[in-house]
């Protein structure tokens, strides 16, 4: 037996630390710049009316990801462990509502996410074979499904994999945007006058909405943009000097984010009316088609790779979630395996990219994200009153790093809205079905997670699996005593 092994076997299973600044730079801005800013611009002018109130939108939304990823800094200094959500309602609440958050991030969240984000990938690569008119929905969710697998694929062979797909897709991305920029900067300089007419005093809140409804929905599709700002969260186990890289990462990423996302908002404005942005069905390629001509489909192209690249870094993490969630217990043994070979957790990785596909089969864009968007806040709002608990009651744990309680206040309070807004002012069915899909957890908790009563089958089928999928336990690190 060589010395690797007697080490291997001594310490047990571990998925590495393989990321690095520059990797947790990739995994935020990499998941956060994708399916929205080529597919959100058009929903968020369509819900307030007017282009000076979705800039304001734009504007807003970066604050409440700056503010809320500065939060969940503090929290995963204290709590430095991989799972984001599920394991801070755990550390701070306890078993029971840690439980729904992990039902809700596996079945819903994480494979909506996904699921939104391929169909985007599938929209962009048909747009330019179906000019003037959306591609058949049945086309789209196949090449959906596609992307979807890719991705699991990726992610199932190899960490470091992962990670430079990651970075190359990122650097991809924000080149594409930065191209995006100074084509609108050019047709400014030619003396646009689409431009003029958009942002001029008299016309640039005319025929703004104001409601709760509209306003929550549209920071709904505006926050969905930032989505990702949590994403280095996930995967704090597997990250080098998590009390250095995770700030330093987080806030380079939402910088340059924010500021692509503003200035690619205005170069769309340049060449586009509020009604051709918003009967578009593929922004960056009408943007595409107006400046470049017939060279409109390289926009096309551009706006996939990047939704791919967010596709890949959604994966990453969200794997992740479901990985820990098991090994706490909350789901099944075999998803807490990681392969024996590649350390990666390939099981869950493999659940996700089942549920996502199932998720893909009945779900449209708009309503995905939507109801995407209401639950996180959700639970966005659970662990933000954690931190500020916390902060209150226990000042005296060790903190890397410290954001002043007001912060993580502001950000709860524009949760609680987000969660409320569209309730009170349009009441939908589909919003109770989300909350019973929640509260069902209850029937499963209760059996299987407290009572602990398990069928002897699923054992079989654990060690199965086990043998099939060549994996084993991962060793589970020691929690922080925060009690």
């Known amino acids: 037996m060589t010395m690797a092994d007697k080490t291997q076997k001594n310490e047990g299973l571990q998925l590495k630390r393989e990321i690095g600044l520059i990797g ?22 369509a819900y307030v009316g007017s282009p000076g109130a979705s800039m304001l939108i734009w504007v807003f939304s970066g604050v409440v990801a700056l503010f809320g990823a500065l939060s969940y800094i503090e929290l995963g ?59 058949p929905q049945l086309a789209v969710k196949c090449f959906a499904a596609f992307s979807i697998l890719v991705a699991a694929m990726t992610n199932i062979l190899n960490v470091r994999l992962a990670l ?30 689409v431009i003029e007419e958009n942002f001029d005093v008299e016309n640039a809140f005319q025929g703004t909405q104001f409601s709760l409804n509209t306003l929550g929905k549209a920071l709904l599709q505006g926050l969905w943009s930032y989505g990702g700002w949590s994403n280095l969260n996930y995967v704090t186990e597997e990250l080098n000097r998590p009390e250095v890289n995770l700030p330093r990462a987080v806030l380079i990423a939402i910088s340059l984010v924010t500021t692509l996302y503003l200035l690619v908002n205005v170069s769309y404005l340049t060449v586009m009316t509020p009604k051709e942005l918003m009967s578009s069905s593929a922004v960056a390629v009408t943007w595409g088609n107006k400046v470049l001509g017939s060279w409109g489909w390289v926009m ?44 990666t957790p390939s099981p869950a990785l493999i659940f996700t990219t089942i549920i996502s596909l199932v998720v893909l089969i009945p779900g449209d864009f708009q309503s995905i994200v939507n109801y995407f968007s209401f639950t996180a806040w959700f639970f966005y709002a659970i662990v933000l009153s954690g931190l500020i608990y916390l902060k209150i009651k226990k ?30 002012d349009n009441p939908q069915i589909e919003y109770l079905y989300v909350a019973l899909f929640i509260l069902s957890g209850v029937i499963v908790y209760i059996p299987f997670i407290h009572y602990k009563l398990c069928p002897g089958m699923l054992d079989k089928l654990t060690v199965f699996l086990q043998l099939f999928l060549e994996v084993a336990p991962a060793d589970k690190n020691l929690a922080p005593d925060i009690s």
């Open 24 to 45: 947790g730079v990739a995994i935020v801005s990499g998941s956060m710049i994708g399916a929205g800013i080529f597919m959100s611009p058009q929903y968020v002018l």
């Open 77 to 135: 200094t204290i709590i430095p462990e991989s799972g984001g959500e599920f394991t801070y309602i755990l550390r701070i609440y306890g078993s029971f509502p840690a439980f729904f958050a992990a039902i809700t991030f596996i079945l819903l969240l994480k494979p909506s996410s996904i699921a939104a984000k391929a169909m985007t990938i599938a929209r962009y690569v048909m747009a330019p074979f179906y000019p003037g008119c959306p591609p």
């Open 164 to 193: 430079r797909v990651q970075v190359i897709f990122l650097v991809a991305k924000v080149f594409s945007l930065t191209f995006i920029v100074i084509g609108g900067l050019v047709k400014v300089l030619q003396g646009s006058t």
């Open 395 to 424: 000042p005296d744990l060790p903190r890397p790093y410290k954001v002043p309680i007001v912060i993580p206040i502001l950000v709860l309070a524009a949760a609680i809205f987000l969660v409320l807004a569209p309730i009170i």
């Open 300 to 343: 096309s192209v551009a706006a996939a790779l990047s939704a791919f690249g967010s596709l890949n870094g959604t994966f990453f993490s969200g794997g992740r979630v479901c990985f820990v969630a098991a090994r706490e217990g909350h789901m099944p043994d075999i998803l807490s395996m990681a392969h024996v070979h590649r350390l």
